[in-house]
Each structure stands twice: as structure tokens, then as C-alpha cells.
């Protein structure tokens, strides 16, 4: 694996969902989810986050490699943050 500027491993292998990761490389990518939650804080200062992995189709993967969403959300940025990463984005929540 490689490592990112802030020594934290860096999983490299393309693989279609999380549940095709090892161990290891669920290990490796906590380790990013934290480093980008750190650099977030320190600059943006977030209330909130979401993380989130969508696995297939029908849960709403649309780019078929594995990727982690980590999304700072902010008190009020949202009039009913319930349901969410599927209410980040107000104009595109169906329910």
C-alpha cells in the first residue's frame, strides 16, 4: 500500500465494494476517514459528519470502485437532518 503525505496507508487495488477489501485495506481506509475528518475540522470546523459507502445498484452506487463519503455537515444546513447522507443534498432526497 501507499501512504499519503500524513503517513497514513493508502489502499491502491481498484475493487468494486467494500466487502472485496481486506483487513487490512478496511484498516488502511478508517485510518483515511480519520485523517480526512482531522483536515476537515481544522479547517472547515464542521458540526457533523456523515460517512458513507453505497455498495451496487441498487443502494445507489453509481461509480462501481470502492469510495468512502465523508461529508461535514453544519447545524441548520438542513431543516430535518434525519435520513442522513441521504438528506445532504435537500434537492435530491426522494423519500
Do not use: C, W
Not at 497514513?8 to 467494500?18: G, N, Q, V
Not at 457533523?48 to 463519503?69: D, P, W
Amino acid at each position: 500500500m501507499a501512504r499519503t503525505k500524513f503517513g497514513s496507508e493508502r489502499p491502491f487495488r481498484h475493487i468494486p465494494t467494500l466487502f472485496d477489501a481486506t483487513a487490512a485495506e478496511h484498516a488502511a481506509l478508517l485510518a483515511l476517514v480519520r485523517e480526512a475528518k482531522a483536515l476537515l475540522d481544522e479547517q472547515f470546523r464542521p458540526d457533523g459528519y456523515n460517512i458513507g459507502v453505497n455498495v451496487g445498484k441498487t443502494a445507489g452506487q453509481t461509480v462501481m470502485h470502492l469510495h468512502v463519503h465523508v461529508i461535514p455537515r453544519y447545524a441548520g444546513d438542513v431543516d430535518d437532518p434525519r435520513g442522513g447522507v441521504r438528506g445532504a443534498i435537500p434537492e435530491r432526497r426522494v423519500y
